[in-house]
Structure formats: C-alpha cells, structure tokens
C-alpha cells in the first residue's frame, strides 16, 4: 500500500450490540447502546413509511440527481437545487470536499479532538492533517485556526470546523465563525460540519445559509443521521455555490445515494413534530446525565448536542477501564482515547430508561471502586 494510506489510524465506531452480548454472555434486549450519538427515538414513522413505498421501485436505480429531495431542500434552506450535493452520510460530504480541493502535499487544518473523519478524509487525498491546539474547555480554537490557516500559506486549501464538535459537545458562537469566514484567504476552503445543528438550543441557532451567499469558499455539511433518525440509511448533504458544488458532484458516485434514503429524507425533513419530540427529548436527557455527573463528582464539558463527554479518572487508562466495566453491565458508551480524551468516555443521549441503566451502571461501579 502507499505509505500515506497506511497511515491512517482506522475508524472505530460504537460496538455493535450483537458482537457485545456475545463477548459479554449478555441478553441482546438488555443491552443500552449510547455510542453512536444515534436518535434514541429510532427512525420515524413518517419515513418510514416513504421508505416502504419506495422499495415497490428497487428495481430501479436510484434519481442520480435526487430530484424531490432537492426541490424539498432548497424550498426550506432558501437556495437553488445546483446549491445541494447529496451524500452517503454527511461522512460522504466531508471526503468529497477534501478529494475536491485537495491532494499529495497539501494541508488540511482542524482541531484537536475534532471529529475523527477530518484526519480520515485528509490522509486519503494524501494531504497533511495540521492539529490545532483546542481552548483550554477542548473546543476549536478558531483565532488559532487561522492562524495556523496564514501559516501554511498557498499549501492551505481546507479547513473543517464542526459546530457542535463531535465528541467534545463545544459549541461556536455566530460571531466567532463569521470573524473566521472573513478572515480565511478565500483560495482556502471551509467546511462547516453542522451534524448536530437541529440540537442547538434557540439562542445558539444562526443563519448558515445567509454565511453560504456570501463566502465562495465555504460548504455547509449536515446530516439526517442524528436529528432526523436516519443513520442507518446513510443521508447528508452539502450546501455551497455552484462552483464548488458543481466540483462535489463530478467526483460522488453517480449513485451515491440510496432511493429508500432519498424518499425517507423528504419525509423526515417535513415531520416538524418528530424533530421538537427529538430535541426536547435530548435536553430532558442531556440534564438527567449531567446531574447524575455532579451528584457523582465527576466533570463533563457543557454540550451543545445529543451525547455528553465525561471524565471518568485521572489516568490515561480511566476511560478504557470504564468502558470495559459498563460493557459487563450491558451498557455499551463511546471511549474516547483515540480522540487523545483517555480520561473521558462519550455518552449519547439515550431515552430516559435508557439514561437511567446507564446511571445506575456508573453509581455501581463508581462505588465499588471506591
Ligand atoms: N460530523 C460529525 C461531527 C459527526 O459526529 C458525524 C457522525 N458521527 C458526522 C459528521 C457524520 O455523520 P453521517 O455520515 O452519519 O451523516
């Protein structure tokens, strides 16, 4: 293989639960699964059923082009259809950004402790993934970013800021990415990976679509993954003008993206209802951890999406060590020691008796230990 490719550290996903209730002699249905930052309330009823009369034409290739899902996108974010590339997942969108504007000898800058796609999709094109030392609460140090964007010079040509930041939960205000989209060297191009953009409280929303009129340079990355209960299908798109979206879809595969996903897409996007139920869910759940976390004592960082990070001990085998007695008790969680968290497990967002055997997991161990 070539030797940039054999760099590259593997993805390691949530732990399926099959694989964990055979390793662990457990009954699959007692298994709590909060590694994914998955939608606890599964997919909806509304694709689902889109989805099921979508498989009468399987003997179809997919709409290439993604004709309705596109009609229905640009009539809700306000932009023409040759704005929107599809994806196979959001993932889909971040790698064909980095093999569209990048290549051997080239620099891709992003945080530490980022979401662990960026240095995937940097090594594959064979570009130098440049770590941004994070603010001291591990959120994207984006004065720093930038400086790291000038430093490099013509050698800079993207730069992924995720907002929220998976696994850390850091959140960036309006004001602090615009002050970055002003001062990015237009040659660079910036993805803004909004994954987990439908779980931002309120106050903390702002206009992306406004940001994407404006700069040439930028791409917005969202997904129907997390908010929209669609993960398995494997969903996403991009928002960008037509130049650089035009680039994005010469090299996707044709295909790329499923025609039961497509039709489950354009249901989810116009179930209003089970999108509130989601995020008031997600808040409800979000402070039953984090008070279970204080009554504990044990520190998590404030977390603008659907999962919590939290600091398990103070050596570097803490959070190996707890994931591993929280596998014994079925309760499969997210370590995070490859993100260079060794301390800390990732926690998703689960339902409210799922949050519970969780907590209850970490009470047992926690004082049994102690
Ligand atoms: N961006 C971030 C920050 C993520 O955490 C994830 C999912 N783990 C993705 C993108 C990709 O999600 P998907 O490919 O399922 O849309």
Known sequence: GLKHIQAIAPYV????ISEVAREYGLDESKIVKLASNENPLGMPKSAQQAML?????LGRYPDSNGFELKQVLSARLGVPTDWITLGNGSNDILELSARAVAQMGDEIIFSRH??????????????????????????????????????????????FVANPNNPTGSYLSAQEIEDFLVAVPPHVVVVLDEAYNEYLAPEQRYDA??????????????????AYGLAGLRIGYGVAQPALTDLLNRIRQPFNVNSLAQAAAVAALQDE????QGYELNRAGLAQLTQAFDELHL???????????VKVGDDDGAGAQMNLALLRRG???????????????????????????FIQALRDIVSSTK
Request: charged share 15%.
């Open 13 to 16: 996903g949530g732990r399926p």
């Open 53 to 57: 009369k979508a498989a009468n034409e």
């Open 114 to 159: 980022a979401f662990a796609v960026y240095p995937l999709a940097s090594q594959s094109v064979g570009a130098k993934a440049i770590e941004v030392d994070p603010t001291a609460q591990f959120g994207h140090d984006l004065p720093a970013m930038l400086r790291a964007v000038i430093a490099s010079g013509e050698k800079a040509k993207l730069v």
């Open 209 to 226: 679509i406004a940001w994407v009129k404006r700069f040439p340079n930028l791409i917005l990355s969202r997904s129907f993954s997390k």
């Open 273 to 276: 209802a089970f999108l509130q």
């Open 299 to 309: 520190p998590y960082l404030p977390s603008a999406g659907n999962f919590v990070l």
């Open 331 to 357: 309760i499969i969680v997210r370590p995070v020691g490859n993100y260079g968290l060794p301390q800390w497990l990732r926690i998703s967002i689960g339902l409210p008796e799922e949050n519970a055997a």
